[in-house]
C-alpha cells in the first residue's frame, strides 16, 4: 500500500515509487514560506482524519502533502486533457 493512501493510486499504477519520492522531496524542503488559512470546522475534521489515518505527525506535514497529492493530481489531469 502506498503512503499517500487513498490519494494514490500508485500502487495500480506502478507509480509507488513516485509518490514516495514526491513525498520525501516535500518533507526535506525548507519549510520557510507562511500562508494563512481560514478552513470550516468539516474541513479540518477531515484533514485531521486524513492525518491519523495515515500516522502524520502534524496537522501543518498533512496539510503540506494533501496539497502535493493535489497539485500531482491536478498535473496528471491537464497532461491527460493536452
Not at 15 to 28: A, D, F, G, N, P
Not at 69 to 81: M, N, P, Q
Amino acid at each position: 500500500m502506498c503512503i499517500c493512501s487513498t490519494g494514490c493510486f500508485g500502487a495500480q499504477w506502478g507509480l509507488h515509487m513516485l509518490c514516495i519520492m514526491v513525498i520525501k522531496y516535500i518533507m526535506e524542503q525548507p519549510k520557510n514560506q507562511r500562508i494563512a488559512l481560514l478552513l470550516a470546522e468539516d474541513e479540518v475534521k477531515a484533514v485531521d482524519e486524513w492525518r491519523f489515518a495515515n500516522k502524520i505527525a502534524s496537522r501543518n506535514e498533512a496539510i503540506r502533502q494533501l496539497v502535493a497529492l493535489g497539485l500531482k493530481s491536478a498535473g496528471k489531469e491537464k497532461g491527460a486533457d493536452g
